[in-house]
């Protein structure tokens, strides 16, 4: 999609947009961080920096790092990610865009998410967030 066409698109036509990227480029990913807790990511790594710059852009969220080839016949590339919370609100942003392979995966790092953070809460802070996820495993079971 051109800037000019960008410019002129709906908001969901842009979502839509993105969300096709997301799918055929990215990963969603339940990180391990240096401090030894796990987060939901979503990233996408290409070599086309100005759909990287307008991932980044449209969510405004995330980082853009450039990432060098790995090897000598591969091309340079950038790389988006967003980690944390802003990955979740992503995550429900894209979820009806995405194939069923990517919604099982989004459900599954959502899962291990609330699992996690309630074994260390007494409180059971994602309870909220665990019946969202339920209501969503059912409606598509449903379809």
Same mark, same amino acid.
């Given at each position: 999609?051109?800037?000019?066409?960008?410019?002129?698109?709906?908001? !969901? @036509?842009?979502?839509?947009?993105?969300?096709? =990227?997301?799918?055929?480029?990215?990963?969603?990913?339940?990180?391990?961080?240096?401090?030894?807790?796990? *987060?939901?990511? *979503?990233? /996408?790594?290409?070599?086309?920096?100005?759909?990287?710059?307008? !991932?980044? @852009?449209?969510?405004?969220?995330?980082? /853009?790092?450039?990432?060098?080839?790995?090897?000598?016949?591969?091309? @340079?590339?950038?790389?988006?990610? =967003?980690?944390?919370?802003?990955?979740? @609100? *992503?995550?429900?942003?894209?979820?009806?865009? !995405?194939?069923?392979?990517?919604?099982?995966? *989004?459900?599954?790092?959502?899962?291990?998410?609330?699992?996690?953070?309630?074994?260390?809460?007494?409180?059971?802070?994602?309870?909220?967030?665990?019946?969202?996820?339920?209501?969503?495993?059912?409606?598509?079971?449903?379809?």
């Amino acid at each position: 999609m051109s800037k000019s066409q960008e410019r002129n698109s709906s908001g !969901l @036509d842009r979502e839509a947009f993105y969300a096709g =990227v997301i799918e055929g480029e990215g990963c969603i990913s339940y990180e391990l961080t240096r401090k030894n807790y796990r *987060i939901p990511s *979503i990233s /996408v790594e290409m070599t086309d920096k100005d759909v990287i710059e307008r !991932l980044q @852009d449209y969510f405004q969220k995330g980082s /853009v790092v450039f990432v060098k080839k790995r090897k000598n016949h591969y091309k @340079d590339c950038w790389r988006w990610r =967003v980690r944390g919370k802003g990955a979740v @609100d *992503i995550f429900f942003k894209m979820y009806n865009y !995405l194939s069923d392979r990517r919604k099982s995966r *989004i459900q599954q790092v959502l899962k291990s998410y609330c699992d996690d953070a309630n074994s260390r809460d007494d409180h059971n802070r994602y309870k909220k967030l665990n019946q969202v996820l339920e209501n969503v495993v059912d409606t598509t079971r449903k379809l």
